[in-house]
């Protein structure tokens, strides 16, 4: 029988494991979140189970239940353990299980772990994965520290500790749920609560292999400087920029358009540590420190771009990714100037990298657009648009917000129809495995094609 299910193990695409694996956890999650003794109110609807649980293993955010006042500790803890084993994936624990115990993971195994944490094939996978769960519960356990030192003063020492781990964990897999109904609103002005949000949120969302190229890259600082540029790839450097440009675009963009509306009546540095926390959180992470509601219209459809583009490759976020836009936007100057290579950094882009970004923001739109359209019709049906008020925009941020994995909204959730939360769910399930890696799951094997066709033009622009 063993021998069997490794058979079927080997057969099964990287894609097919990394979907099962995610489907697994999210039933597993929503039928234990059913259970007596998780919820206050004595029970729980299937759908809002299967809502929360596939919210919190795709580290989305969205809620239908308050996390703080629907659920009890131990319901509370559940949510804490699927945040955990979704943000890093349970091919992770999986590979540290099976490490432990002398066996060697599957090539299947180490295939979709190559494809979720590393740019190219390294030898030390395995050494990696360890380095990456040892950083990550580093990184919570300071994370846990810093917020216990504000919550200690607020809470009882119990539920101050709980609280910390919760939220740290929260932030640094990018997942966005929240013990407190209005989020982190009531902290705006906390600079130790924002600046250790920010800095887990950052972590959690650069990518593991960045973070570990410049960790080298300073313990390198004594050599030369050819040898230290040899230390950083073109991904990391991407990366870093990308990841800095857009801070400072959303955190800039935020503090002029909101000056006088949502941040009316802050002194200036609370000004600059809201915007900033707001442009940090936007891209997959999920907490506020302001009511989006409140936002001015500019502001949310510029939210939607960031949300969209959301965290950076190997991390626990969601969205198209840093380097996906960084290298789209790259492919049309390239065009735009009429060279025949995109190039980036005195580096040329290969053409498989091209076609796949290509591919991955184009799918991505499309699934986006079309579930806004579904969403339209099962929330508001034949409605006039004069009856609706402001609700296009409201769904369409509650769609990309789904497929990001960010978990912000502008109170669109609490308004979903059965159908609409099923519809959000699938969203939220697709935008945290990414579209192309569902159709190259359903893709036939690759076969030669046997023949070309005649080449015809077409005009195009």
Not at 95 to 113: A, C, N
Not at 143 to 170: D, N, Q
Not at 204 to 222: T, Y
């Amino acid at each position: 029988m063993a021998n069997e299910r490794d058979a079927i193990v080997t057969r099964l695409r990287p894609q097919h494991q990394l979907i099962i694996t995610f489907f697994v956890l999210i039933l597993t999650g929503s039928v234990v979140l059913t259970l007596p003794g998780m919820t206050t109110q004595g029970g729980i609807s299937y759908v809002d189970a299967l809502f929360t649980a596939t919210s919190a293993v795709c580290v989305t955010g969205l809620i239908v239940k308050d996390t703080g006042d629907d659920f009890t500790r131990l319901g509370q803890w559940v949510l804490l353990i699927l945040i955990q084993l979704g943000g890093l994936g349970i091919m992770c624990f999986s590979t540290l299980l099976l490490l432990l115990l002398g066996k060697r993971p599957s090539l299947t195994q180490d295939t979709v772990l190559e494809n979720t944490f590393v740019y190219a094939p390294m030898k030390n996978l395995h050494k990696l994965i360890l380095v990456i769960l040892l950083f990550t519960f580093l990184a919570e356990f300071l994370g846990t520290l810093a917020f216990f030192v504000h919550w200690v003063k607020i809470l009882p020492i119990g539920e101050a500790l709980f609280t910390s781990l919760f939220h740290a964990v929260s932030a640094f897999c990018n997942a966005g749920f929240c013990l407190f109904s209005d989020s982190f609103i009531a902290y705006h002005d906390s600079l130790l609560l924002n600046t250790n949000s920010i800095i887990l949120i950052t972590a959690g969302g650069i990518g593991f292999v960045v973070l570990l190229e410049i960790f080298h890259l300073f313990a390198h600082g004594h050599q030369a400087d050819d040898t230290r540029r040899r230390l950083v790839s073109l991904h990391t450097k991407l990366t870093v920029l990308t990841t800095v440009v857009l801070l400072a675009a959303g955190a800039i963009f935020f503090f002029v358009l909101e000056y006088g509306n949502a941040l009316n009546g802050m002194d200036l540095l609370t000004k600059g540590l809201v915007s900033l926390f707001q442009s940090v959180t936007a891209r997959t992470a999920g907490f506020n420190t302001i009511d989006f509601g409140q936002l001015s219209n500019a502001t949310l459809f510029f939210f939607v771009f960031l949300m969209f583009i959301g965290a950076s490759p190997g991390s626990c976020g969601g969205g198209i990714k840093t380097t996906t836009a960084a290298v789209f936007f790259a492919i049309v100057r390239s065009h735009l100037r009429g060279q025949r290579h995109t190039t980036v950094m005195s580096r040329a882009i290969p053409q498989g990298t091209i076609a796949r970004t290509v591919g991955v923001v184009i799918s991505s739109a499309l699934v986006i657009g079309f579930a806004l359209v579904l969403l339209l019709v099962v929330q508001l049906g034949n409605s006039a648009h004069t009856e609706t008020g402001n609700t296009f925009l409201e769904y369409l941020f509650e769609t990309v917000s789904a497929f990001g994995t960010v978990g912000l909204s502008m109170g669109a959730t609490e308004k979903l129809t059965g159908a609409g939360k099923l519809l959000i769910i699938a969203v939220m399930f697709i935008g945290r495995l990414g579209p192309l890696t569902l159709a190259f799951s359903l893709r036939p094997s690759q076969t030669e094609e046997r023949f070309h066709y005649t080449e015809e033009n077409v005009m195009i622009g």
